[in-house]
């Protein structure tokens, strides 16, 4: 027998025995069952303890808000308490949506460390002299937010760091090409003064962005790393269950000679792609003469318009900033060549409510598994209903999952408020979006018990034995 249900099975025990007094009216007089191993566990997760307060949640109440619910993403996370208006196009991130942008960065990490990525922290606030020098300064903008100090220095807070990183490599007088290529990257928030924020953290003027810059010895080893960059973002929204598709794009202000952007379609997107049917072909539309309807890779196939969310951006740079600042490495006959430089976008926030945009329903969160908040979510009975004494067996079964599937430590959340019905927990799992739902009721008395899973990414409901529900928590991926 699993070691989980030894002990289960002790509590299912007394769960029965409670029952039974209950049914015969000396349910009061029973004392909670509780183990000895409580003092060393530590506390469970519950629900009633999650910061998610109702009158952030209560959207419907605030006609302010309400009007300004313009896609299925932002309605959801504002109803299931994920996030919380603070000003025009800036967001107060509450703590399940902390937790999925944590495990998100994570995953992000894996992937960027994955090709030889190295991760630093650079400085929100940036210099203007920087941006004069890149000569970007005035090319951005009423997008730039600017400042000065108290001495009149011109400020900006940074909406990208090809300025800042590459003057950090400018002053590694000793970078030889045996170090090359460096590929170094941030996960950071920033800014940038939208005219119009909508769509809740699909645009905004604050956000969270991953921006990776790579430096080469050459144009062709550049081109490598370029390729590599591209193959890291489509090995990433593999792992998150997203389809994404690569699409030609224009360099824009960051400037460059090739560009790629990542989408994920939808008809919510702000962006117009253009996509082959009988080739690979896809191109952002602002790249094609207008009136293209057919191919120009293939030459044969009908161009399909469709909509998509930009949620990554790649560039070939060239030489273009690392000759203006000067960022050199000594070549195999130890004389200064400039390097060859890319950069690497993704939007880590706009993936977040993307993922939610496409995958959800209309009325409840969908999560990619692995950045879930949690994983499951446990459902004792009804207090004062006949089947109570299931609630010492569904607060058994969080302690004993946690201890013996190290993985799903914290990934588990008990629904202790009692005082509610079934169904109306339900709903409310149904709309926070957790993967799994287990309903511990009648049945998990039974001999031998049954427990009720909604798979809610699946929109399956299975009714497992403790063999069953075993093998399926065992194979969820945490991240």
């Given at each position: 027998m699993?070691?989980?249900?030894k002990r289960?099975?002790h509590?299912l025990?007394?769960a029965l025995?409670?029952s039974?007094?209950?049914?015969?009216?000396y349910?009061?007089?029973?004392?909670?069952?509780?183990s000895?191993?409580?003092?060393s566990?530590k506390?469970r997760?519950?629900?009633?303890?999650?910061?998610q307060?109702s009158?952030l949640r209560?959207?419907g109440?605030d006609s302010?808000l309400?009007?300004e619910?313009?896609?299925k993403s932002q309605?959801?996370?504002?109803?299931?308490g994920?996030?919380h208006?603070?000003?025009?196009?800036?967001?107060?991130?509450?703590?399940?949506?902390v937790r999925?942008m944590?495990?998100l960065?994570?995953?992000?990490?894996?992937?960027?460390?994955?090709?030889?990525g190295?991760?630093?922290?650079?400085?929100s606030?940036?210099?203007a002299d920087?941006?004069?020098?890149?000569?970007r300064?005035?090319?951005?903008?009423?997008?730039?937010f600017?400042?000065?100090?108290r001495?009149g220095?011109?400020?900006c807070?940074?909406?990208?760091?090809?300025?800042?990183?590459?003057?950090?490599?400018?002053h590694?007088?000793t970078?030889?090409?045996r170090?090359?290529?460096?590929?170094l990257y941030?996960i950071?928030?920033?800014?940038?003064?939208e005219?119009k924020p909508?769509?809740?953290l699909?645009?905004?003027r604050?956000?969270y962005?991953k921006d990776m810059y790579?430096?080469?010895?050459?144009e062709?080893?550049?081109?490598?790393?370029?390729g590599?960059?591209?193959q890291a973002y489509?090995?990433?929204?593999?792992r998150?269950?997203l389809?994404?598709v690569?699409?030609?794009a224009?360099?824009?202000n960051?400037?460059?000679?090739?560009?790629?952007e990542?989408?994920?379609?939808t008809?919510?997107?702000?962006d117009?792609?253009?996509l082959?049917?009988n080739c690979?072909?896809?191109?952002?539309?602002?790249?094609l003469?207008?009136?293209?309807?057919?191919?120009p890779?293939c030459?044969?196939?009908?161009?399909?318009e469709s909509k998509?969310?930009e949620?990554?951006?790649?560039?070939?740079l060239?030489k273009k900033?690392?000759?203006v600042f000067?960022?050199?490495?000594?070549?195999?006959?130890?004389?200064p060549s400039?390097?060859?430089?890319?950069?690497y976008?993704?939007?880590v926030s706009?993936?977040?409510a993307a993922?939610?945009?496409?995958l959800?329903?209309?009325e409840?969160?969908?999560?990619p598994?692995?950045i879930?908040p949690y994983?499951?979510?446990?459902?004792?009975?009804k207090?004062g209903?006949k089947?109570e004494?299931a609630?010492?067996?569904a607060?058994?079964?969080?302690d004993s999952?946690?201890?013996d599937?190290?993985h799903?430590r914290?990934?588990?959340?008990?629904?202790?408020r009692?005082?509610m019905?079934?169904?109306k927990?339900?709903?409310?799992?149904?709309?926070?979006?957790?993967p799994?739902?287990?309903?511990?009721?009648?049945?998990a008395?039974?001999n031998?018990?049954?427990?009720e899973v909604?798979c809610q990414?699946t929109?399956?409901t299975?009714f497992?034995?403790?063999?069953?529900l075993l093998?399926?928590?065992?194979?969820v991926?945490?991240v």
């Amino acid at each position: 027998m699993h070691p989980v249900w030894k002990r289960v099975f002790h509590r299912l025990h007394r769960a029965l025995l409670i029952s039974k007094r209950h049914q015969s009216g000396y349910a009061e007089h029973t004392p909670t069952c509780t183990s000895t191993k409580t003092t060393s566990r530590k506390p469970r997760l519950l629900v009633s303890r999650l910061y998610q307060p109702s009158n952030l949640r209560d959207v419907g109440q605030d006609s302010r808000l309400s009007g300004e619910m313009t896609c299925k993403s932002q309605r959801l996370m504002h109803q299931a308490g994920l996030i919380h208006p603070f000003s025009p196009g800036c967001y107060v991130y509450l703590p399940a949506t902390v937790r999925s942008m944590e495990k998100l960065m994570r995953v992000i990490d894996q992937e960027m460390q994955g090709i030889g990525g190295q991760k630093l922290d650079m400085p929100s606030l940036c210099s203007a002299d920087l941006w004069r020098t890149s000569e970007r300064w005035d090319l951005m903008g009423k997008e730039l937010f600017r400042l000065k100090d108290r001495h009149g220095a011109d400020y900006c807070l940074g909406p990208t760091h090809e300025e800042a990183v590459t003057t950090l490599v400018a002053h590694q007088a000793t970078l030889s090409y045996r170090q090359l290529p460096l590929l170094l990257y941030q996960i950071t928030r920033k800014f940038r003064d939208e005219p119009k924020p909508k769509f809740g953290l699909l645009r905004g003027r604050e956000f969270y962005m991953k921006d990776m810059y790579s430096f080469d010895v050459s144009e062709e080893a550049a081109q490598q790393t370029y390729g590599s960059v591209c193959q890291a973002y489509i090995q990433l929204f593999t792992r998150l269950g997203l389809r994404c598709v690569q699409v030609q794009a224009d360099t824009g202000n960051i400037g460059g000679t090739l560009s790629h952007e990542f989408q994920l379609p939808t008809d919510v997107g702000e962006d117009r792609l253009l996509l082959c049917g009988n080739c690979s072909f896809s191109a952002n539309v602002e790249t094609l003469s207008s009136g293209t309807t057919h191919c120009p890779q293939c030459k044969t196939g009908a161009l399909v318009e469709s909509k998509g969310i930009e949620v990554g951006h790649t560039f070939y740079l060239g030489k273009k900033y690392s000759s203006v600042f000067k960022a050199t490495f000594s070549n195999p006959q130890n004389k200064p060549s400039v390097t060859e430089m890319g950069c690497y976008g993704l939007g880590v926030s706009r993936i977040l409510a993307a993922a939610i945009e496409v995958l959800s329903t209309d009325e409840g969160i969908r999560w990619p598994g692995l950045i879930a908040p949690y994983q499951i979510c446990v459902l004792p009975p009804k207090k004062g209903s006949k089947v109570e004494g299931a609630a010492v067996l569904a607060e058994e079964l969080v302690d004993s999952l946690g201890e013996d599937f190290p993985h799903l430590r914290g990934e588990i959340v008990l629904d202790d408020r009692t005082q509610m019905t079934i169904g109306k927990r339900l709903k409310d799992a149904s709309r926070l979006g957790y993967p799994y739902v287990i309903v511990v009721g009648e049945a998990a008395l039974q001999n031998p018990p049954t427990f009720e899973v909604i798979c809610q990414q699946t929109a399956e409901t299975l009714f497992l034995s403790k063999d069953g529900l075993l093998d399926l928590l065992g194979k969820v991926e945490t991240v």
